[in-house]
């Protein structure tokens, strides 16, 4: 005799949910993945849930469902499995060959824009390991008087860049360039901003699972035993991308916001300031050159 499994009902399906994670992650990010999930796939409203108990799913939604939350347990991160992660009230597309845009980042944003907001002239900018494209679309998107290049090692991480360009019509100016290498610009830039790798090797065991199995290492980690070596390598670009009086931003690693500050003491920089992130930690940093 066959017998039919009907799809549960959304309630029955959403405690399954819960307890398949909350040993896993804080019941708040449970129920945020839930709410995320629901949205990207079906349009639910964050209220369709608990307004509709006794819906039951769909062999698709059910599918669709059980897939994220196998992923979910193996801590793959909830935007690798929509492919989106929202970033300055913007949806870009992400996948495995980009970091997912962090909060963080968004306070460093606004740092450069209310920098230039009164500024009346147009200004260069170079973005230095784009990723997503996250930093360059932004800075388009939010004022009209930049115009911006934007580089980046990887291929794969470019043509995500290219297509968050495209879907927020935005024009920038994208390059493949390996900064480790000796490179040159055909002109002078009034910025140059990155958010380069700054973990070391050895603090792989302090990460967690979803950063460290998911997320693409090429982005993450400085060589063994030189935290400073994507600093050393962008201050020497600056040296001939940056006009005199032109302002380098960077997010930086908090253990080594001092030797930083040495280091960009000591190449033609002053005017040195260190800002916090959201969490305490210093986190960005802006020098000029002179």
Not at 59 to 65: H, P, R, W, Y
Not at 219 to 230: D, E, G, I, K, S
């Amino acid at each position: 005799m066959n017998v039919l499994i009907l799809p549960m009902l959304i309630n029955e399906f959403k405690a399954h949910f819960n307890k398949s994670l909350i040993d896993i992650y804080p019941l708040n990010e449970v129920n945020s993945f839930f709410r995320i999930l629901t949205d990207h796939y079906f349009k639910w409203a964050p209220t369709f849930s608990v307004l509709n108990p006794d819906h039951r799913l769909t062999t698709t939604e059910s599918k669709q469902l059980s897939a994220a939350l196998l992923d979910l347990k193996k801590h793959k991160p909830v935007q690798y499995i929509t492919q989106e992660a929202f970033f300055y009230n913007r949806s870009f597309y992400v996948d495995e060959n980009v970091m997912i845009p962090r909060p963080e980042t968004e306070e460093f944003i606004n740092w450069v824009l209310e920098d230039s907001s009164d500024i009346g002239t147009q200004l260069r900018v170079l973005d230095i390991g784009t990723g997503s494209g996250c930093i360059p679309i932004t800075l388009a998107k939010e004022q009209n008087n930049f115009i911006i290049d934007a580089l980046d090692i990887s291929t794969r991480a470019l043509e995500v860049a290219k297509k968050n360009a495209q879907r927020h019509k935005a024009e920038i100016n994208f390059f493949k360039a390996d900064i480790r290498e000796s490179i040159s610009w055909p002109y002078p830039q009034d910025i140059m901003i990155s958010n380069p790798p700054y973990i070391e090797p050895d603090e792989k065991n302090k990460m967690l699972p979803n950063v460290l199995e998911y997320e693409p290492h090429l982005a993450l980690f400085t060589p063994h035993n030189h935290p400073l070596f994507y600093y050393y390598k962008i201050i020497e670009l600056s040296y001939t991308f940056l006009k005199p009086g032109g302002c380098l931003y960077l997010e930086i690693n908090p253990d080594h916001a001092t030797a930083l500050t040495t280091l960009i003491k000591a190449n033609h920089f002053d005017c040195i300031e260190i800002r916090n992130d959201i969490f305490g930690k210093k986190r960005m940093l802006k020098a000029l050159k002179f």
